[in-house]
């Protein structure tokens, strides 16, 4: 495949120059600027801030609903999701629930198992969360990450004597006429229900957990359960659980606006000062991560990967008693083990990303025109793990820059399918589209623009990846196709400094705020392979030797070139050194 072209992004003058006379550092003034921040007040991280809670559609329904089982002694269960959004929003929910006067022993949680259960409130999980003695069964649901969905979830918890409230950040099911279609829970708070005008449409699951419980609090305050005056009734600080809400909101990769912007830098700023849970700190020992220069780059892919790594091989049980547990001692067991796993996790993606990849170079090869990918692409094989499919659809998104499905054989022996999508085609509306006209060809199908999931029958699988190839014929123009890669152009030679790296690692980059990629001219010194498929450069640039590392590109590269890089501190016995690294050439 051909390299992305560099592109430049589009820096607004008096924008840049607003935030530069607001105080803000010059290149941060540029880089902001260039990613759509218009004053130096978009950039104010502190929690006064946030969007109110009230604005948030079912919220202070939930927080009645909450108080009253909570002021009633009534059992609660969480059902929560196997991904780490998931899981963080389990462990905010009951400690929170727990914060505001929830009871000991009225707190419970259930979690599907990937390849059991399949996703969501199933019929199947309410009846798990009711197994057990009757004095502890609960009497309301809370699902997290999940349940916009699930009507026949509900409905069943509901049929069995359950009241179900649903916080879920995913987009709702669709009829067959196009219209929303909600499941009959009691509550339900999902900034894309229909309706909702909370102006981050882009809250992750743990983060609208996190404003369920800023609701409840503030419904207790009505009630008189706190007192600002009175030292007998102080009010729970819930910002101590934002280290799990910006964990679980960089690993979902949800769009950073400001409001999930606000809520990241907070979680960052408690966890580099030592205050974070026990599990967050052992994740970072055992990712060999210094929590006190933690960046959102550890939550997506240090922390994240270790939690999510149970839901796809294991049990989502040990990611979430690792983010619940107060013992020092066991969190650091756990995470011992959710690293143990993660490592198995990428030997099995890797082996099957290999895999793929001949099958992608096959079906490349059978094309009408050699070597040209298709505008949807669809990837099955027996041997493919359940676990694992998104990661590799992730992986050959990005190498072909197109929407791509890999499906796996489940244990109930339908094909479970995870895609990843490009700018420009909605994956879940594809899906929708592809399921009106083929009735009965997708059993289940869900998700966002950029990623989705989706369940059929194994015979069914060449006609669904014709049927989005089709989709993406009709939705995808040229240019869509065309790779490229956005930079902030040259670095100013003054600002390639170690202090302006650490400067830039302060920040809160992520999904839709994306970290500076920059751009200059250098000439090639010398250049070698390490680890097999690394190409370690010694470059000269603006007029100064440079160290640059390109992973996991191996070709070598003409003696001048344009380089797209990030500026990356790099510690090695102590020392602290600058580098280059590589993401793309032009």
């Known amino acids: 495949m051909s390299s992305p072209a560099l592109t430049t992004r589009d820096v607004p003058p008096r924008a840049a120059f607003a935030l530069e006379q607001a105080g803000v550092h010059p290149l941060l003034a540029r880089l902001f600027a260039a990613r759509g921040v218009r004053s130096a007040d978009e950039l104010d991280d502190g929690l006064g801030r946030l969007l109110p809670p009230a604005s948030l559609q079912g919220a202070t329904a939930a927080a009645t609903l909450l108080a009253d089982a909570i002021a009633a002694g009534r059992r609660i269960c969480v059902v929560a999701d196997y991904d780490c959004d998931g899981a963080t929003a389990c462990a905010v929910a009951l400690r929170g629930l727990a914060m505001l006067g929830a009871r000991p022993g009225t707190l419970g949680y259930v979690v599907p198992d990937r390849a059991v259960h399949g996703y969501g409130l199933t019929p199947a999980i309410v009846d798990l969360a009711l197994d057990g003695p009757a004095d502890r069964r609960p009497e309301l649901l809370v699902t997290v990450d999940n349940g916009i969905a699930s009507s026949a979830g509900v409905a069943h918890a509901q049929a069995r004597g359950l009241q179900v409230l649903v916080t879920d950040h995913h987009l ?116 060999g991560r210094s929590a006190a220069r933690a960046a959102a780059f550890d939550f997506g892919f240090a922390l994240g990967p270790r939690i999510n790594a149970a839901g796809r091989l294991s049990d989502m049980t040990l990611g979430i008693e690792c983010l619940l547990t107060d013992d020092a001692d066991r ?94 085609f909605h994956l879940r509306d594809a899906l929708d589209l592809v399921s009106k006209r ?124 344009r380089l797209a890089y990030r500026l990356n501190l790099d510690e090695y016995q102590g020392q602290q050194r600058l580098q280059m690294v590589v993401e793309g050439a032009g």
């Open 172 to 287: 709702p099911a669709l009829g067959a006429d196009g219209s929303v279609e909600l499941p009959p829970a009691e509550v339900i708070v999902n900034p894309n229900q229909p309706g909702c005008g909370f102006a981050s449409k882009s809250l992750a699951g743990v983060g609208v957990m996190f404003y369920v419980l800023l609701a409840l609090r503030a419904e207790q305050r009505v009630r008189g359960l706190y007192d600002a005056a009175d030292p007998s009734k102080p009010q729970p600080r819930l910002d101590t659980l934002l280290d799990l809400v910006a964990l679980g909101t960089v690993a979902d990769v949800v769009k950073l606006d400001d409001n999930n912007r606000r809520l990241v830098a907070q979680g960052l700023k408690r966890v580099r000062a030592g205050r974070m849970q026990p599990g967050v700190a052992a994740l970072f020992a055992a990712a």
């Open 331 to 424: 969190a650091a067991a756990l995470a011992q083990q959710l690293d143990a796993i993660n490592r198995e996790r990428r030997e099995v993606e890797a082996d099957m990303r290999t895999q793929a990849e001949v099958l992608l170079d096959e079906l490349l090869a059978s094309q009408v025109d050699p070597g040209a990918p298709p505008p949807a692409l669809v990837l099955f094989d027996p041997g493919f793990h359940e676990g694992v499919v998104g990661i590799v659809a992730g992986r050959l998104k990005d190498r072909l820059h197109r929407p791509t499905f890999v499906l796996a054989r489940g244990q109930d022996g339908l094909l479970k399918g995870s895609g990843r999508s490009i700018a420009g």
């Open 438 to 561: 083929h009735p009965g060809l997708l059993l289940k199908f869900g998700g966002h623009a950029m990623a989705a999931g989706c369940t059929l029958a194994e015979d069914r699988w060449p006609q669904f990846a014709e049927a989005l190839r089709e989709v993406a014929l009709e939705w995808l123009q040229p240019a869509a196709l065309d790779r490229c890669l956005p930079t902030d152009g040259p670095l100013p030679v003054e600002h390639f400094t170690l202090a302006t790296a650490a400067t830039l690692d302060a920040q809160v980059w992520g999904q839709g705020f994306e970290a500076p990629v920059f751009c200059d001219e250098v000439e090639v010194l010398q250049q070698r392979l390490v680890g097999e498929r690394h190409l370690k450069l010694r470059v000269r640039h603006a007029g100064q030797l440079r160290d640059a590392i390109w992973f996991g590109h191996a070709e070598p590269l003409p003696t001048r070139v």
